[in-house]
């Protein structure tokens, strides 16, 4: 297994809703990032786990909530967002942490709408 | 301020010709460089990358070449073919255990 899949594909929810994108890799990856994509923009990174702990966090405001519940599985909890918050979510995987060659392999995204 | 800069915001080249993609950066820090490309509605999907110890790195129709001096880089695709087609984006990686993109360059292979 060579990917890193993400679930749900496409999502709409209200301001007032909680809901949770969910990420899974089992190629024994030990890095899990989230990226927040928006439209013909670069991605841009939010969240690093390495070794299933929380090592980067990049400002993002807290109503984005990230979870690493194992080795295989990053979640990001939503709740109370705005509609600026529309865009893609990107997760990502790499081997290490740190120096790594072969760069990440990314999941397909959810794509996330606010209403 | 953007440490990782691709100016050419599209390509238009014809197939079967080398398309050359390039990128600059400001932090003489970073440890690779990578080039990812991106389909629309997917993530995007690796390509080839460099060290910051060596100038150039092949792989296929793929190279990538490395100027320190000049804080540039480059992606040579030859020849191009048309599933070519996609945002090209070029990214460091830091030493702090971040990736940080370019805007992207989207390529045309015309037929």
């Known amino acids: 297994d060579t990917e890193v899949t993400q679930t749900p594909k496409h999502l709409v929810m209200g301001m007032t809703n909680k809901k949770s994108l969910k990420c899974e890799q089992h190629?024994?990856?030990?890095?899990m990032y989230w990226y927040k994509q928006k439209a013909k923009k670069p991605p841009e990174l939010m969240f690093v786990?390495?070794?299933?702990?929380?090592?980067i966090n990049e400002s993002v405001p807290s109503r984005f909530s990230p979870e690493c519940p194992n080795s295989s599985l990053l979640n990001l909890h939503l709740h109370a967002l705005q509609p600026e918050d529309s865009a893609l979510y990107l997760c990502?995987?790499?081997?290490?942490?740190?120096?790594?060659?072969?760069?990440?392999?990314f999941g397909s995204g959810t794509r996330l709408t606010v209403v | 301020d953007q440490q990782v800069k691709q100016n050419s915001p599209s390509l238009s080249v014809q197939e079967g010709r080398i398309s050359i993609l390039n990128c600059d950066y400001t932090?003489?820090?970073?440890?690779?460089f990578l080039w990812y490309k991106k389909y629309p509605a997917e993530g995007p999907t690796f390509l080839i990358s460099i060290s910051s110890i060596k100038d150039k790195n092949e792989d296929g129709r793929f190279t990538v070449f490395l100027n320190k001096s000049a804080k540039h880089l480059s992606l040579h695709i030859v020849p191009s073919q048309p599933g070519d087609s996609a945002v090209y984006f070029c990214a460091a990686e830091n030493r702090d255990d971040k990736i940080i993109f370019g805007k992207g360059t989207r390529l045309h292979i015309l037929p």
């Open positions: 932090n003489s820090m970073f440890d690779y």
């Open positions: 786990y390495s070794y299933e702990k929380l090592s």
């Open positions: 990502a995987s790499s081997q290490a942490p740190l120096g790594t060659a072969y760069g990440y392999t």
């Open positions: 190629m024994g990856h030990r890095a």
